[in-house]
């Protein structure tokens, strides 16, 4: 959960979270070597160091710093008012080399955007950029499940319908495997909509689809002495 989040802060009450922060910075496992990078998104402070470490080359680290002063100034309108491109497009434009695009623009960006060719769009990346600047990341002490848990808690039960296996869907409607049709204002799909027989004409169906598993550990003591 990352603090910066500004909507999901009027709805959370982070401090029943409990959240756990984690540490500034990134470590880079490749080819069994570890790489600790401070990176400079919180702190002015922070940039000189990020400067002379082993961050991608001496102009990838620059061109870093200028972003990371761009986005600072800008708000989350402008950032989806860019024009656009594939992330993966904009990176290369901006001049960043491709060392630092595989070993951290790639392995990064990938696990967010859920596809490892960045073709995701650019202004995802600026945004999620952005919030790794301005906020912190925690995970709340009883694992991630009690952020929608909480938000939840806060509807009636008469809100929300159990059990029942969607089988089709108009503009304006979802069907249930028993005949029931409940009214929507907005459709969130997060299944595999290939199965469903959509009444929708010209619909653009998505056919590929891929899944993330992420475990959580706590520990008495770091795993690394970074």
């Known amino acids: 959960y990352n603090t910066a989040y500004s909507y999901a802060e009027e709805l959370l009450d982070t401090d029943a979270l409990n959240l756990k922060y984690l540490d500034q910075g990134v470590l880079l496992i490749n080819e069994k070597k570890l790489k ?31 972003k990371r002063l761009t986005l600072k100034q800008m708000d989350e309108d402008e950032i989806f008012d860019k024009y656009e491109i594939k992330s993966s ?33 650019r202004r995802m990346l600026d945004y ?31 809100n929300f319908v159990f059990n029942s296996k969607v089988v089709d869907y108009t503009a304006n409607k979802v069907i249930t495997e028993n005949g029931d049709e409940h009214d929507f204002d907005c459709l969130v799909l997060t299944s595999a909509q290939i199965k469903l027989k959509s009444n929708l004409k010209n ?24």
Do not use: W
């Not at 922070?46 to 710093?65: A, C, E, H, Q, Y």
């Open 89 to 121: 497009s904009i990176l290369k434009k901006m001049g960043f080399s491709s060392k630092i695009i595989e070993s951290f623009f790639r392995p990064y960006f990938s696990s967010i955007f859920l596809e490892e060719e960045l073709i995701t769009s």
């Open 36 to 66: 600790k990078i401070l990176t400079p998104l919180k702190k002015h402070l922070f940039i000189p160091f990020f400067l002379l470490s082993n961050f991608g080359t001496l102009n990838d680290r620059i061109k870093f710093v200028k």
């Open 203 to 226: 619909e653009r169906v998505k056919k590929n689809y891929l899944g993330s598993t992420c475990l959580y550990f706590s520990s008495a003591k770091k795993p690394y002495s970074e």
């Open 128 to 158: 999620y950029l952005k919030m790794n600047i301005e906020g912190n990341v925690g995970i709340p002490s009883k694992g991630i499940e009690a952020i929608p848990l909480q938000l939840s808690s806060q509807f009636s039960k008469e």
